[in-house]
Nanobody, 120 residues
């Protein structure tokens, strides 16, 4: 019905940058808030950043001033620009979106995740 597909993960050295993308597709009427979360085997899934359809943003304190979330509403796509990466940013990053589908039901959807590895 609705799919979220992430891309852009990979291996980078400490201090490097990566840009994640997540595109929503399917029976979409409108996409409300979108966001990025991350998870490691040692931790529960945690919020990284969110952005509303109007562009208001929210960041975890650990990534503020290093990461920037943005979106293209016409493409139903959210981005996460990650600069100054640290080994502790290593995780699987998941995209999340609140979608109103063509039947006007509102549901939260998750992508399958993309792995970001930061080497020390």
């Amino acid at each position: 019905q609705v799919q979220l597909v992430e891309s852009g993960g990979g291996l980078v050295e400490t201090g490097g940058s990566l840009r994640l993308s997540c595109a929503a597709s399917g029976r979409i009427f409108v996409v409300n808030a979108m966001g990025w979360y991350r998870q490691t085997p040692e931790k529960q899934r945690e919020l990284v950043a969110t952005i509303t359809s109007g562009g208001s943003t929210n960041y975890a304190s650990s990534v503020k001033d290093r990461f920037t979330i943005s979106r293209d509403n016409a493409k139903n796509t959210v981005y996460l620009q990650m600069n100054g990466l640290k080994p502790e940013d290593t995780a699987v990053y998941y995209c999340n979106a609140e979608v109103v589908n063509s039947d006007l039901y509102t549901l939260a959807h998750w992508g399958k995740g993309t792995l970001v590895t930061v080497s020390s």
